[in-house]
Nanobody, 126 residues
């Protein structure tokens, strides 16, 4: 069956960096667009970044210039490099896989994605 397993979360001070990884199995990874979402306590799940099958990357405005997503199809893994972290970045981070293209109108919608990881906690202290 399909599995997405995130890793790399943790506790970091404001201004610090983390790199999240999401290892995929049970699917033809290269044919899926991948997304990163986060959910803070009491808030809805929000789109953070995405990377298409053709390696086009997309970001929400609040992380533009600080976060970078990449993918390694040989390793079936997608990454999220997070620099200059802020306390407001604190959340559980999820990766997700979409068979559908990551159009502007759909990539931030969780319903676009077919599979989800279990999430990894990122906590940024001030």
């Amino acid at each position: 069956q399909v599995q997405l397993v995130e890793s790399g979360g943790g506790l970091v001070q404001a201004g610090g960096s983390l790199r999240l990884a999401c290892a995929a199995s049970g699917l033809t990874f290269s044919t899926y667009g991948m997304g990163w979402f986060r959910q803070a306590p009491g808030k809805e799940r929000e789109f953070v970044a995405g990377i298409s099958r053709s390696y086009a990357a997309y970001y929400t405005g609040s992380v533009q210039g600080r976060f970078t997503t990449s993918r390694d199809n040989a390793e079936n893994t997608v990454y999220l490099r997070m620099n200059n972290l802020k306390p407001e970045d604190t959340a559980v981070y999820y990766c997700a896989a979409s068979k559908a293209p990551l159009y502007l109108s759909s990539r931030s919608n969780p319903k676009t994605y077919d599979y989800w990881g279990q999430g990894t906690q990122v906590t940024v202290s001030s």
